[in-house]
């Protein structure tokens, strides 16, 4: 007789084991980049988590601290700014030209959505 995780507690401990093991591999040992993470996928809007979380998600490994440290400051604007700035419908400031601005303009780097 087949028995389901749900009503199999040694099991269900099992499963729950390799659940987090897999979810605490995933997650940065950084903690800046744990922080700049969240901020990134945790913004306001679904379509601005999409777009700056994939964003991150894309591009951080390539990252040096002035790239950081601008992605930081980046995250301090409104949602609706870096939306138009991603699109070409409004031109960024001057402090954000460059090339992470051009690579946010590619809009590569967004998946569909699970």
């Known amino acids: 007789m087949d028995v389901s995780a749900a ?3 040694k099991r269900m401990r099992r499963l729950s084991s390799v659940v987090l093991r897999s979810y605490m ?3 940065h040992q950084d903690a800046e980049l744990k922080r700049l993470r969240w901020r990134a996928h945790h913004r306001g ?16 490994p390539s990252w040096g601290s002035s790239e950081r440290a ?13 939306l138009a ?4 419908t409004a031109e960024a400031p ?10 946010l303009r590619k809009l590569d780097y967004i998946t569909k959505a699970p």
């Open 7 to 9: 009503t199999n507690p």
């Open 25 to 27: 591999a995933a997650m």
């Open 45 to 60: 809007t679904y379509e601005a988590d999409l777009l700056v979380g994939g964003f991150f998600d894309a591009h951080h």
């Open 70 to 82: 601008s992605f930081a400051e980046m995250l301090e604007e409104q949602d609706v700014d870096i």
């Open 85 to 88: 700035w991603a699109s070409g």
């Open 94 to 103: 001057e402090r954000y030209q460059g090339p992470m601005l051009d690579a």
